[in-house]
């Protein structure tokens, strides 16, 4: 499966995700790295491991529907089979997901439908909650809205801040992202509407 990837700033997803290709534990074929910022570190990342890169930034087109088609007309002609966003800070419209002839998916710091959008961790601490975690996502035309592929569960400890509590999801989304590429490359999701199900080996 040919996979592309949108990345907005460091990468360290995009990192767990090329650390496993690299070990031959994900049954992909990264064909490109893009992102709307010139100076993310994802793109040196993935330059190292010998994977075509390009840039949208955001500032270079009249509108937003321009760049979208430029991204769209890109993951085209390398060939995308799965799409995949590593910390892309700019959301997509429902033209560019209707468009997409491919899955795309994304990865959210909270147990959705729990705190979407913006800094859940931060929600999180504030609601008081005693279990967090992250989630991997089918994406569709709603904010973080999509059918659920898989989720993990960190505590939230009484002194935790924000920031304490992203570090600890962060290590989380390391694991649970490379294995959610890995269910769909390897064939092992259905979909049935809004539920996933992973197929396990008999």
Known sequence: MKAAVLASGRGSNLQALLDEWQDGQLPVEFVGVGSNKIDAEALARAERFGIQVRTFPRESYADNSSQETDILNWLEVIGTELLILAGYMQVLSSDFIRRAEYPILNIHPSLLPSFPGL????????????????????????????????????????????????????????????????????????????????????
């Open 119 to 202: 800094h859940p961790q931060k929600q999180a601490v504030e609601y008081g909650v005693k279990v967090s975690g992250c989630t991997v996502h089918f994406v569709d035309e709603g904010m973080d809205s999509g059918p659920i592929i898989l989720q993990e569960t960190v505590p939230v400890f009484a002194e935790d801040d924000a920031d304490q509590l992203a570090a600890r999801i962060l290590k989380v989304e390391h694991t649970i992202y490379p294995e959610a590429v890995r269910l769909i490359a390897n064939g092992k999701i259905k979909r049935e509407g809004r539920r996933v199900i992973v197929l396990r080996d008999s």
